[in-house]
């Protein structure tokens, strides 16, 4: 499916969060995601649902069971703070008590699953959903008898834990994590920022090149929305654009001597392994296989007697020439 043959969403309020968190807690994690995929576009049938990405495994501490694997408690931390309070402040009557009752920490372990859902004709839009497919396990005794904690946030998270044979807790689970309609937050973004924002540029870029006429951005690429709060109680947003293509493509990192044909040759390649046209461009902004110094040999070439970009690409490179950027 190509960009151009992509309708205007009319509404997406089937994707509310909180119906999105039930449907999370309602379905059974399977090792290919195909209920939790098919639950999704059955909430917003006009528009197709993909899974772009599954992120790297990530893990975190978790709860407290017992040698059983009986569930004493969900959040570590919190029960650590709590019962310390409850022992007086005592750290050795918390201690004692941890290990009175044989008490294991657990961890969770899990992969963050970015779904796309293309609403509209432009790069800016379409929906992401990001899901985390989540498995506990124990992990350690709680307190290591040969050495224990000498404060609080040593008992939370030891130096030197006394590690055990991992066992499950529980079965696998998803959590509804975040929803992002990126056409909205880039308008929210772009607000926060005087300047055009690198991944505006870089969409808007998109926008107009072969690229975006080939293909929607959403298929080759996902954001990654940050918010926080500044010292000053200042509201603070950005965003990261991550590349999910996972074939290998030859890298443009050495071009010395290249010009005309030759370097013309290169750059069809990689687009082809790429997918779409101008890929070199874009993977060059985000420095994934392609240096600056490949746009400057196929500007200099541009400039000379080659000429092997369609208009509206080198016009693109033109206006990065004059004001470089990357993401």
Known sequence: MTSSSIQPCASTTALDGQQLAKLCKTTVPAAGNEALLAKIQALIPDYPVRLARTGSEWYRLGGIVDMHGNRI?????????????????DLQALIDHTQAQQLIATRQTGNTLHF??????????????????????SDRLLVNPKQPPEDLEEFIDPLDPECIDPFNIGTARYAYRRKTDVAVFMAELNGHHPDRHPVQRFMDDWNRSSAGQKKALSEDWIVRPFRHTGRFGEQQ???ELINTQTKNIAQLDD??????????????????QAGYPMAW?????KGIGVTAHCGVAVYKDLSGEFSYLPERDAAILNDWIASPYSI
């Open 73 to 89: 408690a969900n959040d570590l931390v919190e029960w650590a703070e709590r019962t310390y309070i409850g022992c007086g402040k």
């Open 116 to 137: 796309v859902i293309q609403t509209g004709a432009g790069a800016e839009d379409f929906i992401q959903l990001d899901i985390d497919k989540i498995r506990e396990v």
């Open 237 to 239: 947003i950005n965003v």
């Open 255 to 272: 071009l010395q001597g290249k010009k005309g044909l030759p370097l013309h040759n290169l750059l069809t390649r990689f687009d082809r």
């Open 281 to 285: 461009y874009f993977y060059l902004l």
